[in-house]
């Protein structure tokens, strides 16, 4: 084939050069018929055959081949004749330009032509092998079914030898036309082993047949069938792989090719090939190491020739990349590694222990594996997984889209915009392509899934171009940007849910997949049993598969499952699933190969055993993992075929029960096997539960035939109410074993334990309510209490078991006083004992309380029963809308379950609290399940009908009153002294409202009744505030506490008397305004005690008060707009009772102490403004509800609570707009709990410890929600925002750990290993904490320049203080200075490790400094005489931060003209404070101005550091002098200038401190748009620099690609530069390589010319010598000694030729061509260069030592 080919190359490259030269120099072409007649000569020869040959192809039933080679031979001719007539033609006009290009285009024709005539010939006599071999499988399958002395054996061994004689003769012809050396020696192989395994089948089927009894001439002739099997096998592939047809064989059917199946066959047999190999090591065994290696080549090389299959059919873009990626990868294994592989195999054979080897050997395992792994990959059908990677890679063009309109920048958000919208859509074929390829069971499912969201995600990209143009026209504008914001959200979300639409798998499938696996587990033993390799294959592909698809189905499941115990043990599992299902894989494979080479061996069954554990135990971790949602689906379908077999056996339809017990025994039976694993899983970490749970489960078993038989009564006597009640009783036994079965699957004892007592709870009240009413619980409900009771007390013993100390002792106490008195309550319901049973019940009731306390965490188990409570209510809400009556029914009793176990938690709690709280708890609780109970009610009627808006308004309002009522018992159950402060402040607002209400309407009884609740609570309040007092560690701060606590007592005994006069004489008008102001006095004093007392954070306080007022005012807006009557009274009512002046106030208490001064004084002047709005409000509100009917008093009401919402979020923004500073402060806080915790571990102070556990706790998650706001935040920067995330979850862990740990240690005092593990939480929770500091700025630097600027800000205010010489705000100074300024301090430390390198060091030296100048600092501030030492060591302070921010902001300038303006708005806005005389204001005004100019002076002095010139810096040095002197006298002149408005000097003294303060500032900021100035510059010339350089790097680049071919030449100079060029066999193998060289130094120059000419000529000259080049190898091979060397030199010259050969050929076809593009010439003769040189190389390498061998 490639002789013919290559003499019409040279005839069609002569023409081409002819009229090349021709055309070039506008000559006349030269007679050319002589070349003209050679290739119509051997093209006519070629036709001619051809259309007598396609006839051959009908025998194979292939018309459409047929079809194409006569087509083909046409096209041939037509281009023949094409030369012809360009001939004749140029014969007549030499100089037609017509002419020549008709030659050329017929050139081109007749070799594009010929090749693939060719081709489709040498395709069909693969085709004819390949049928050839499958006829002798075929005959060989009759052959072997033959039974003894049939009369037909003698003929059909006939046909199986003539067959097989055929098929080997077609072996010797395919051997004489293969070119690659490796292929033809693997096809000889083939033919001799088919040749010697047929004699041994035939003999052995003679004897069987002569002898029947001879059975083992049977099992021997078997044996040889699957021997023959694999020999016709790897001659069908070698075929295929020795096939020279450029087309997809899957245009020949019926051929058995290829497919995905082959691949990841293909992939398990180099896995295990891998491991048979590695055994083989091992063992030292050199042969069966040299054995498996040559297998191993062979299984990858046929896996990459069915990737290269599969990859030519395939036509998506994607995959083709990955195909290509994958056989490239698996390729240069082959190549490159191989080799190596070998050698580091010879040196392990030699010295076991050399690790070098090992480790090498290892890393190419891995190499192989993973290129393989890569091929397989590229097969598989999309799935979730791939959908979830594309929607997170839509987060990157997000992100830089909103980055590109936040800069305005136009052109770059339309261009993030397009890729955001090809991303979108991307997800959308994708998806598609994932439910078209769904089996059919899920297939319409999910293509109505997708197309819904299609319908979404293609407005949103629609709405999306429009969106960001209008943000980025505007990018100030907050709410275009929100607008695009949502646009982008929306998308983000759809992705999301396309993902877990397209996500298929449920636990169920988990379940049957996992039963699926044993069968084919037995399958392939069975296999192996009999030597089948085949159908081993195919078992061991099934079990691929089921790992596989199980892998599948868990991530579906932790997508979509609610519980985030089963998302994270599966997420653990599915992290490594796909290394553990390979490496399970390859170790079957491995000994699946070792039995099939050994049957006898019996240890490779035993390792295989082991293997597929491994296989099972991964898939019961799966099924484990999911159980929990598993078993809960299942109890539900259980109960709902209970349900139907006792409705359907009271009707009489008995084929209904029929159908119906069969599903539940089934249903039963899988919960079963399913526990099983979950028992498994626990036998070594929990053997107790384990043990009860398989207790359980046959149990549930064992109740299956009774229920059968209860049927089996009922049918046998219709009617028989005996019977019927016997069938529900057996049910209704069977739904409760199976609910506790459930229940021990998924709860541990303890949690167990807890359920167990809500059970016994309920069933205990229910009796309770029977008694009340006269009524004895009948002996079936004292049975199943007892049995409760039994179940309880054994789980309290397995849980006491598990404990130590007093709870060990409490927990068996009240399980044994439990246990005697339901035997006695047993006995008074036998004797009919109403009286006793009451007093029992209260008795059970409050041991049953007592035996859950005795556990310890009750408040833990309530806060978790409260999570789960709203978490069901949650999904009951969302389900209301989509789902019917019947399906919302398994919603609601999740409900009653999470709410049955948390008001008996809070009952336990109440129990054990104070008598006020124990009111506060059980109100609490009647609210909550009053309010329960009226919404399965309002559900029904809504879903009766769901067109009424009042009665979806209702359900919607009930829900939202539902889950306000939990946090008011969540509230009323804390044991938090502060919680309870606060709360109790709450309800005093509420009395005061009451008291205020009534005296406007002068009712006495209600005033007096108010009035005395009101007194009451402050009584309690004041005691509850000594006591938090009393745990502030600062004395002064303690001392305040103190004081306020008795003003409050003080003003509520003047309250008191106020009422009483006010009452006395109602219309007197002053002693109404004395009771007012008296009212407000308590009101304020009530709120700075509550905020006194605190250690919240105030801005966490401030902003939960703010948004608690906010919720209701929409509420009560909500109700006003829907203009129900009814409704709006009772929300006039709700919010006339709610105390909002009192929230107020205590907002307002809390806004005063924060510590930021810009935020403390925003906080204040909303917070004021809305008491304006309440003054308006409130009265509005009274106005209301005494005019019912009154619109526009209602209208009032209703603007007033749309402006309080308004003013209440924007509070809520204000406080939480610093969120990096408020990570600070809570991490100090934090740190400052801990440490508390500490002492009283230290101390044994069980007070400390849970006064320090109950706020590490609270303000933990008070961190977290600040971490997860500034994640909302960082949406632009998706890194970061993971970061945070991440960060929020371990916080959550750490806080859970911690909790954990000082439980444990405080049970066990005496524990020292408890003690210092309590510790170890400590520490490894302040790890996370400090975290959240540093990651709470976009960089570290940043982080640094902020606190830097804090700490000049709060150590300027506390020099200002001693300035003016306030003790108080010195004092309050210091303690910030020493609390948070410290922890900052230690921060910044920590943070230097994240800075780069080169400015690591020196800002180490700095932090030294400020480290031994900051205690100083902060002792000198402690001192009220040490202003003079202050303010030298603040100096040093300051001087230092300047030095920090000069090292980590490079651009100080940039701030400061920020700052400059942000200055000059504070001036203003404290101007117009003093002028109006508002003195809080002024104050609140001058503390902010004056810490802005504490940070524009740090600044100045960083910037002076940098500054251009040294005059420039004197300058601003000079500047922040002035600011600072400035900035010392505000203060005090700013407030008595407010204090005396009127007083000019005063004002005067104000207006010139300001305006020193404006010219210093001014003078800073033109300075620094001065140095910006110069920056910029010296960035544009850097930015010039860089692009030249980038530019120089380009073209270097580029040269480089120009030169590929030039390289690869200079490889090939380089192989043989040290050997000698002779006239040995080795010198002139040697010496053809380096002329070999030199032609493709020529082609490379000549390519780059477009040299049509020269090309053609060097590549004719490359051919010749690559023929010399094999003759040359031939005689070295023949000179070496060693055989494996012997076939690389053969293996690699044979593969050069070719590599030259198809060059020659790509050449002339190129060159026929009349496109001049030279880029598109090189790319592809490159590639063959390229090959052809590395095919040199190698053969000079393997002569080489071939050489050094001979000698």
């Known amino acids: 084939m490639e002789a013919l080919l290559e003499s019409v190359s040279d005839a069609v490259s002569a023409m081409v050069l002819y009229s090349v030269e021709a055309d070039e120099s506008n000559a006349k072409v030269l007679d050319i018929a002589q070349g003209a007649a050679v290739v119509k000569a051997a093209s006519d020869y070629l036709c001619d055959m051809a259309v007598k040959s396609a006839d ?58 010929m090749v693939v005539l060719l081709q489709t010939a040498d395709l069909y006599e693969v085709t004819r092998g390949i049928r050839s071999c499958a006829r002798v499988t075929a005959k060989k399958k009759v052959l072997v079914s033959l039974g003894h002395g049939e009369s037909f054996f003698v003929t059909a061994a006939q046909e199986f030898v003539t067959h097989t004689v055929e098929t080997g003769k077609l072996i010797q012809k395919r051997i004489k036309d293969i070119d690659d050396y490796q292929l033809k020696k693997r096809l000889e192989e083939c033919g001799e082993a088919l040749r010697i395994n047929t004699e041994p089948l035939l003999r052995f089927m003679t004897e069987y047949m002569r002898d029947a009894m001879n059975t083992q001439a049977q099992q021997d002739a078997q044996v040889a069938s699957a021997r023959l099997d694999e020999v016709v096998q790897e001659t069908i592939v070698v075929f295929k792989l020795s096939a020279k047809s450029p087309f997809d064989l899957s245009m020949i059917s019926d051929l058995d090719l290829k497919d995905d199946v082959d691949l990841r066959d293909a992939a398990m047999r180099v896995a295990g090939l891998m491991g048979v190999l590695q055994g083989a090591i091992q063992r030292g065994d050199a042969p069966a190491a040299k054995a498996a290696l040559k297998a191993l080549k062979i299984a990858l090389g046929d896996q990459i020739s069915t990737a290269q ?31 190596s592989f070998s050698k580091s195999i010879e040196e392990l054979l030699r010295r076991p222990d050399n690790s070098t080897a090992l480790n090498r050997l290892k890393a190419l395992m891995g190499h192989i594996r993973d290129a393989s792994n890569m091929m397989v990959s590229a097969s598989s059908a999309y799935n979730a997984d791939d959908l979830e990677e594309l929607v997170d890679g839509m987060g990157l063009p997000i992100a830089r889209l909103a980055q590109a309109v936040q800069r305005g920048d136009i052109a770059d958000a339309a261009k993030y915009v397009t890729d955001v919208q090809q991303a979108a859509r991307a997800q959308l074929l994708m998806a598609d392509q994932i439910s078209q390829g769904a089996r059919p069971e899920h297939r319409d499912r999910l293509l109505q899934g997708v197309k819904a969201l299609k319908m979404n995600i293609d407005r949103l990209v629609a709405a999306l171009p429009d969106a960001a143009q209008r943000a980025a026209y505007e990018p100030a504008n907050q709410h275009l940007y929100a607008m695009l914001d949502s646009v982008l959200q929306d998308l983000t979300y759809n992705g999301k849910q396309l993902v877990e639409t397209v996500s298929v798998g449920t636990p169920h499938d988990l379940l049957m997949s996992h039963r699926a696996l044993g069968n084919e587990y037995a399958t392939l033993v069975s296999a192996l049993d009999r030597t089948d390799r085949k159908a081993a294959q195919s078992a061991l592909r099934q079990i691929n598969d089921i790992l596989t698809d199980e892998l599948v189905y868990a991530r579906a499941v932790a997508r979509k499952t609610d519980n985030p115990l089963i998302t994270e043990a599966l997420n653990t599992l599915c992290a490594n699933g796909q290394q553990r299902i390979a490496d399970i894989i390859s170790t079957l494979g491995r000994y699946s190969e070792e039995s099939l080479d050994d049957p006898a061996n019996q240890a490779n069954r035993s390792n295989l055993d082991r293997a597929f554990a491994d296989a099972e135990l991964l898939s019961s971790q799966f099924v484990g993992a999911a159980s929990r949602d598993f078993m809960l689906e299942s109890g539900q379908k259980l109960r709902g075929h209970l349900d139907a077999l006792v409705l359907s056996a009271q009707r009489g339809d008995y084929q209904a029960s029929a159908a119906a017990i069969k599903s539940a025994v089934e249903e039963a039976r899988m919960q079963a096997e399913a526990a099983e694993l979950v028992a498994m899983s626990l036998s070594t970490t929990d053997p107790e539960r384990a043990a009860r749970i398989r207790e359980y489960a046959q149990q549930l078993l064992s109740m299956g035939p009774t229920l059968v038989g209860s049927l089996k009564k009922v049918i046998a006597a219709p009617g028989d109410q005996a019977a019927l009640g016997e069938l529900s009783a057996n049910a209704g036994a069977m739904g409760s074993m199976s609910d506790q079965l459930i229940r021990a699957t998924t709860m541990d004892a303890d949690e167990e334990l807890m359920h167990a007592a809500a059970l016994i709870d309920t069933e205990v009240r229910n009796m309770k309510d029977m008694v009340a009413s006269g009524k004895m619980p009948n002996p079936a409900q004292m049975t199943n209490l007892a049995k409760l009771v039994m179940s309880q007390i054994k789980l309290a013993n397995i849980v006491a078991s598990k404990k130590g100390g007093a709870k060990n002792e409490g927990l068996i106490k009240a399980s044994q006083l439990m246990a005697d008195l339901i035997k006695n309550m047993v006995g008074a319901v036998r004797d009919g004992n109403l009286a006793g049973l009451e007093s029992m019940l209260d008795t059970a009731a409050q041991l049953n309380a007592s035996l859950v306390a005795a556990r310890g965490k009750l408040e833990d188990d309530f806060e978790t029963a409260t999570a789960e409570l709203k978490r069901h209510l949650d999904i009951l809400e969302q389900r209301v809308p989509t789902q019917s009556q019947a399906q919302l029914q398994g919603a609601i009793r999740d409900v009653d379950g999470s709410l049955a176990r948390a008001t008996f938690l809070a009952h336990a709690i109440a129990r054990q609290a104070e008598p006020e709280r124990q009111k506060q708890i059980m109100a609490a609780v009647t609210e909550l399940q009053g309010l329960y109970q009226a919404l399965p009610p309002a559900i029904h009627a809504h879903k009766g009908r769901p067109a009424d808006p009042a009665l979806a308004a209702r359900v919607t309002s009930l829900f939202g009153d539902i889950h306000a009522s939990i946090a008011t018992v969540a509230n009323a159950t804390t044991s938090s002294g502060e919680e309870r402060l606060f709360a109790r402040a709450a309800q005093i607002g509420q009395d005061l409202a009451r008291l205020e209400d009534a005296v406007a309407r002068n009712n006495q009884a209600e005033a007096n009744a108010a009035l005395q609740s009101a007194v009451a609570g402050i009584r309690v309040q004041a005691q509850l505030a000594k006591v938090q007092a009393e745990q502030i560690r600062d004395p002064a701060q303690r001392k305040a506490a ?48 509550v905020a006194g007392s605190s250690s919240v954070l105030p801005e966490e306080r401030v902003h939960d008060i703010a948004q608690a007022m906010q919720e209701e005012m929409q509420k009560l807006a909500a109700v006003l707009q829907r203009g129900n009557p009814q409704e709006i009274a009772n929300a006039l009512s709700r919010i006339q009772q709610y105390g909002l002046q009192q929230q107020a106030d205590i907002l307002r208490a809390y806004a005063s102490s924060v510590s930021d001064p810009r935020v403390r004084r925003d906080a204040l002047e909303a917070a004021a403004e809305f008491d304006r709005t309440l003054a308006e409000l409130i009265p509005a509100i009274r106005a209301a509800q005494a005019n019912p009917g009154d619109k526009a008093a209602i209208q009032k009401v209703l603007a007033g609570a749309n402006d309080a919402e308004r003013i209440l979020g924007n509070i809520c923004t204000i406080v939480t707009a610093h969120p990096e500073s408020r990570l600070a402060s809570l991490s100090h806080m934090i740190a400052e709990d801990t440490s508390l915790i500490r002492d009283g571990l230290s101390k044994k102070n069980a007070v400390e410890v849970n006064a320090g556990g109950l706020n590490a706790k609270r303000d933990t998650a008070h961190l977290v929600k600040a971490i997860r706001l500034t994640a909302d935040g960082a949406r632009s920067n998706p890194a970061r925002r993971q970061q945070l995330l991440q960060l929020a979850d371990r916080l959550d862990a750490s806080i859970a750990g911690l909790a954990a740990a000082v439980r444990d240690s405080q049970s066990k005092p005496a524990d020292a290993q408890a003690q210092r593990s309590a510790l170890s939480a400590i520490e490894l929770h302040l790890q996370s904490v400090g975290q959240a500091s540093t990651l709470g700025h976009d960089q570290v630097a940043i982080f640094l320049e902020e606190t830097a600027l804090k700490l000049a ?140 100019a504490a940070e524009q002076a740090v600044l100045a002095r960083a910037l002076a550091r940098q500054a251009s010139t040294p005059a420039r810096a004197q300058e601003l040095s000079s500047a922040a002098a002035e600011l600072d002197k400035a900035a010392r006298l505000l203060p005090r002149v700013a407030l008595e200038a407010a204090a005396k408005p009127s007083d000019k000097a005063k004002q005067e003294a104000f207006a010139q401190a300001v305006n020193a303060m404006r010219v210093a500032n001014r003078k800073l900021v033109a300075n620094g748009q001065e140095e910006r100035v110069v920056r910029e510059r010296a960035e544009q010339e850097r930015v010039r620099a860089e692009q030249e350089r980038l530019e120089a790097e380009r073209q270097a680049r580029e040269r480089a690609k120009q030169d590929e071919m030039a390289s690869a030449a200079l490889r090939v100079q380089e192989s043989i530069k040290d050997v000698k060029v002779d006239n040995t066999v080795w010198g002139k193998l040697y010496g053809t390589a380096r002329d070999i060289a030199q032609l493709m130094e020529q082609m490379s120059a000549m390519s780059a010319a477009n040299d049509k000419r020269g090309m053609i000529e060097t590549a004719r000259q490359l051919a010749v010598q690559s023929a010399t080049y094999v003759q040359q190898a031939k005689a070295a091979a023949e000179k070496c000694t060693d055989p494996k060397l012997k076939d690389q030199i053969m293996i690699h010259s044979q593969a050069a030729k070719n590599w030259a050969v198809q060059l020659k050929v790509i050449t002339a076809v190129k060159a026929a061509s009349d496109d001049d593009d030279a880029s598109s010439t090189r790319a592809q003769l490159v590639k063959c260069a390229k090959s052809l040189a590395k095919e040199v190389v190698s053969c000079v390498d393997a002569t080489k030592i071939a050489a050094i061998r001979s000698k």
């Open 56 to 113: 051959l192809w009908i025998k194979f039933n292939q018309p459409a081949m047929q079809k194409r080679m006569v087509d083909v031979a046409a096209n041939l001719r037509q281009a023949v004749n094409e030369i012809s007539q360009a001939a004749s033609e140029l014969d007549q006009a030499q100089y037609s330009k017509t002419a020549k290009k008709l030659l050329l285009k017929g050139a081109k024709g007749v070799m594009e032509h």
């Open 1353 to 1492: 800000g709060d150590a300027a205010r506390v020099d200002i203080a001693f300035e003016n010489k306030d003790a108080a705000g010195v004092a309050s100074g210091a303690r910030l200075l020493e609390g948070t300024g410290s922890y900052q301090v230690s921060l910044m430390h920590k943070a230097l490790e994240g800075l780069p390198e080169e400015r690591r060091a020196h800002a180490t030296q700095v932090m030294q400094q400020i480290q031994k100048v900051y205690p100083q600092v902060v002792a000198s501030s402690k001192d009220p005489k040490g202003h003079a030492q202050y303010k030298t060591s603040n100096l040093a302070l300051q001087d230092a931060l300047s030095q920090l921010i000069a090292i980590v902001n490079q651009a100080p300038e940039e701030r400061i003209i920020t700052l400059g303006a942000q200055m000059d708005r504070e001036f203003d806005r404290l101007t117009a404070s003093v002028k109006k005389g508002d003195v809080a204001g002024t104050e609140s005004g001058a503390a902010a101005a004056v810490f802005v």
């Open 1042 to 1089: 103190l004081e306020q606590i008795d003003r409050l007592e003080k003003f509520a005994a003047t309250l008191s008397s106020a009422v009483k006069d006010t009452l006395a004489k109602p219309g007197d008008q002053a002693k109404r305004q004395k009771f007012l102001e008296a009212l407000a006095a308590t009101r304020e004093a009530v709120a700075q005690v």
């Open 309 to 339: 299959q599969l990859a030519k059919s395939c036509g998506d873009p994607g995959k083709l990349v990955q195909y290509e990626n994958a056989i490239r990868a698996a390729q240069s294994i082959i190549d490159s590694d191989l080799p």
